[in-house]
């Protein structure tokens, strides 16, 4: 069932542009087998996000990775109004980027089934990688409450924490628009799961923005790839298009440009966090990130805190969750373009 070396994963998406940036990490990763990717609401529409993914496996040219329909409202309410993400992730999700045209279809079952699916075929050896909210997974859950033991390993892009001053200063957005879902999620695991090292990895904001990604670093990525490129600049006019002539490249590019210009506009600076990838790298290798074990907590009040992830480490009571407190951006860029980038030239034939 599974390629020798091969870690079979499944991704839970809202497919956005750091998701994009992830599922084509997963893609090239020759250490790694993608056999399924379920779609959520959150960042757009979740029939918007089911095209991303659909057009995305089609530019990358990747078979046997079916495609299926997640939840299209939290657990409870509703999604958040879609402006400020479309400010940060574009109307489609994907900034400037088109994708081509494809036939590709649905599967027939849910999210919620893709997951049981999937972890029934690999028993034991799938990792789950969630990007988005939570709801597919605790659905799921609902439905197969043997799921934490049927999984090798689960990481989620999800959550904020101070590791130093122990508070929290943010509800990050994936728990935030559906703080049921991740509650539920993590309590589950914790009992159910018995060894430590099975317990979900957290990647946080605190953690995730330390991978920032640069127009040096993007023509970096361009240049492994033999592409011709033009490397961005705060100083081009907004909207340029890329010239790229490598296909997924020039996907790449109109991405991150728009989300280059909304990270400024939010006074980040002309620069990109790159939440999603890192997290999908860490489902690869979990040697990636040092973590530490803590029992996190949810904030379900209808209050403004509400989402906000808060993390007990004094290890007065067991964890719930690893909690990723460090990481090498210079060694994750490393891997990242040295994956991605062959991966874009084999796809445009070069060898």
């Given amino acids: ?69 997640g939840a299209e409202a939290p657990l409870s309410g509703r999604w958040p109004e879609p402006g400020k993400a479309r400010n940060v992730h574009g109307p489609k999700g994907l900034g400037y980027a088109d994708l081509p045209p494809t036939d590709r279809r649905l599967t027939s079952y849910d999210g919620a089934g893709a997951w049981i699916h999937a972890a029934h075929t690999y028993p034991g050896n799938l990792v789950g990688l969630v990007t988005g909210p939570l709801t597919n997974l605790a659905l799921a859950l609902r439905a197969e409450p043997a799921l934490p033991t049927l999984l090798r390993r689960l ?61 040096g670093i993007l023509a970096r990525l361009a240049t492994v790839s033999g592409s011709t490129a033009k490397m961005m600049s705060t100083r081009d006019e907004r909207g340029t298009r890329s010239v790229a002539s490598n296909p997924l490249i020039r996907v790449l590019e109109d991405a991150m440009r728009f989300y280059f210009e909304s990270h400024e506009d939010r006074g980040y600076g002309y620069l990109a966090y790159l939440h999603d990838p890192l997290a999908a790298a860490v489902a690869l290798d979990p040697h990636l990130v040092l973590t530490r074990g803590a029992t996190v907590y949810v904030k379900l009040a209808d209050t403004p805190t509400r989402g906000k992830t808060v993390a007990d480490w004094s290890g007065s009571q067991e964890p719930n969750a690893l909690i990723g407190i460090g990481v090498n951006p210079a060694v994750f860029f490393d891997r990242f373009i040295g994956r991605v980038g062959p991966f874009a030239g084999r796809l445009n034939g070069h060898s």
């Fill in 1 to 69: 069932m599974n390629v020798i070396g091969m870690a079979p994963v499944f991704a839970d998406v809202d497919t956005g542009i750091d998701d994009a940036m992830a599922l084509v990490y997963l893609l090239a990763s020759a250490d790694a087998k993608l056999v399924g990717i379920t779609s959520t609401g959150g960042n757009i529409a979740v029939d918007q996000v089911c095209a991303n993914n659909l057009g995305l496996l089609e530019l990358c040219r990747a078979t046997g990775t079916p495609v299926s329909k």
């Fill in 155 to 215: 990481v989620i892009m999800g959550g904020a924490f101070d590791f130093s001053r122990n508070i929290n200063p943010a509800a990050e957005w994936n728990i935030r628009v559906d703080p049921e879902a991740a509650a539920e999620v993590l309590a589950k695991w914790a009992s159910t799961v018995s060894e430590p090292q099975r317990l979900p990895i957290l990647c946080g904001l605190d953690l995730t923005r330390r991978i920032v990604m640069t127009p």
